[in-house]
């Protein structure tokens, strides 16, 4: 789903360092073909065109490795997506698209502010969406990148089906070096699945369409379990000790248990609400919060806490809020 001091500089990249492999002469690959022509009744020699024309991508190889989510911390990471050109672009964002969010906030109960928040951490608000050509992408990283290779494989299939569905070549459609799409970054699967027509045109189109992004990150998150109305994320203070734990992004803690053990929310919430301590190193050291289940919607998205964090607090920095 896109990092902004990264992307620029590993697009033109990956555009340049990539090898040609004639992945359809690999045992692995004719079996997946196998597969898509059994289960799917794609054309084997169609499909082995494309994957004797496709090419590794050793950049991507090199990408995936480090994503910013796992090398970066908050204090790091914050400054990358809540700035101000990032804030200005979203009130404008929520200026020229006001109706389109307003009806999406109705229908799915998801917040405009919200809505753009995702699509500014993603592609600056349809800036920066990709120039990797996402078969190659999908490819390298499905028979070339052993550690989530079945993952990939799976997005591979979708991705396959998504363009035969759409009626769109392959060789058209480019992302980001993980193979996420349009303006708000969808990986195959979650195009196939949540995208939505929500201009009336016919098409779902993520690219282009403003109306269909937002729609289809409304839907995405009404899917995942948006609960309108509700809090996302509470700042807490630590008046206790708690034992340093990965952050778990589900919750999992009843607030009245947390208080017990020196987590004091600085806004009243239910006790018998649950929730997750996210701990995160910022300017001032170490900052404490608990995350409730639409925090945990957000991480659906990206399953990172630093990622819903940033998307919440610029959330929070649009006029709308003040």
């Known amino acids: 789903m896109n990092r902004f001091k990264l992307f620029i500089a590993v697009s033109l990249l990956l555009v340049s360092l990539h ?18 022509v059994d289960k799917h009744g794609f054309d084997r020699d169609d499909l082995e065109s494309k994957f004797a ?15 910013a989510e796992r090398v970066l ?14 804030i200005d672009g979203g009130n404008q964002f929520l200026d020229d698209n006001r109706k389109l969010l307003q009806r999406a906030e109705k229908e799915f109960g998801v ?6 928040a995702i699509i500014g951490v993603e592609t600056y608000y349809g800036r920066l969406s990709g120039k990797i050509q996402v078969f190659d992408s999908l490819v390298t990283l499905g028979f070339d990148y052993p550690p989530r290779a079945r993952f990939f494989r799976s997005e591979l299939e979708q991705f396959l089906l998504l363009t035969r569905d759409e009626k769109v070549d392959v060789r058209a459609i480019r992302g ?21 027509d929500f201009d009336g045109d016919g098409k779902r189109d993520l690219w282009n369409n403003t109306a269909d992004a937002i729609g ?3 839907n995405y998150f009404k899917v995942h379990g948006w609960k309108p109305g509700d809090q996302v994320v509470i700042r807490a203070r630590l008046e206790g000790h708690v034992e340093e ?3 778990k992004l589900k919750p999992h803690t009843r607030v009245s248990d947390l208080v017990k053990v020196g987590l004091q929310p600085e806004t009243k919430l239910d006790n018998k609400l649950k929730a997750t301590v996210v701990t995160l190193n910022g300017d001032n050291g170490k900052e404490y919060w608990l995350g409730l289940d639409n925090f ?8 990172s806490a630093l990622y819903a964090m940033a998307v919440y607090q610029l959330s929070r920095e649009f006029d709308a809020q003040k």
Not at 111 to 116: M, V
């Open 19 to 36: 090898v040609y492999a004639d992945y359809s002469q690999r045992d692995d690959v004719q079996q997946f073909i196998d597969d898509m």
């Open 53 to 67: 024309s496709a090419n590794k991508l050793e950049g991507v190889l090199k990408a995936i490795a480090k994503p």
């Open 73 to 86: 911390t908050w204090k790091d990471y914050r400054p990358i997506f809540v700035t101000k050109k990032r």
């Open 111 to 116: 917040p405009a502010e919200i809505i753009t």
């Open 176 to 196: 980001s070096y993980a193979g996420a799409m349009g303006m708000p970054q969808f990986i195959s699967s979650s195009y196939r699945h949540y995208a939505i």
């Open 216 to 218: 289809s990150v409304a």
């Open 245 to 247: 734990t990965r952050n």
């Open 296 to 303: 945990y919607v957000i991480t659906r998205y990206n399953h």
